[in-house]
């Protein structure tokens, strides 16, 4: 089962994995990353790059090396936009051809409650009013998690587009119960396609445990 896909358009390709094979090497230029790493770290890593090079020979692009860029972001090859994401019992990758896609973001967390103190951190008295009422609606869902996880698509999916950073502060993040998300930036956007984006809008799952969250931001 591949719950990345249900979130994101055909256009993209997913690839995850539930667990880290230590057989799969790294290519030389991937290996700094992690060279004085812990052996989780080093695992989670791996694999997540090993779901992306999957990914990429899925899409039909050269299965290259995904090297760590500027702020720790994944280097696509050329023509090829992405995002990785890992967490405690999954890992995972989505890539698109950026004549269809101008960037995307994806993000898996575990789906419980954020740590004390954390959400107060990422969020606003406003989106945590709109939690409060949601958890109301639907109290399955660790509304907290799914809106820490929603905020990091938003950053994967605009620091590519920008190269700058957008603190947690800088969007104001409405979930739906309908498996939707809205960001509204507080800041100005990226141009795209000659059009200011000042709002991205993505999707949301749970799923045997985690909440994944992903944005495609298609031309």
Known sequence: MNPLAGVLPASVVTVVR???????????????????????????FTTGRACARAALAGLGAPAASVPVGEKRSPVWPDGVVGS?????????????????????GVD?????VLPEGVLEAVSSPEERAVLAALAAQRPDVHWDRLLF?????VYKTWFPLTGRWLGFEE???????DGTFHARLL?????????????FTGRWTVSDGFVLTAIALEA
């Not at 290996?31 to 695992?43: L, M, N, S």
């Not at 994401?85 to 960037?103: E, I, L, N």
């Not at 898996?108 to 419980?112: F, I, V, W």
């Open 18 to 44: 539930f667990d880290d094979d230590a057989a799969e090497p790294l290519h030389p230029d991937e290996e700094p990353a992690v060279a004085q790493a812990v052996a989780t770290r080093r695992a989670e």
């Open 84 to 104: 990785i994401t890992h967490t405690k019992g999954f890992r995972g990758a989505a890539v698109a051809w950026s004549a269809a896609v101008r960037s995307v």
């Open 108 to 112: 898996a967390e575990q789906h419980d």
């Open 149 to 153: 996880s929603a905020k990091e698509s």
């Open 171 to 177: 969007a104001v993040l409405t979930p739906g119960a």
């Open 187 to 199: 800041v100005p956007g990226p141009v795209v396609d000659g059009t200011e984006r000042t709002a």
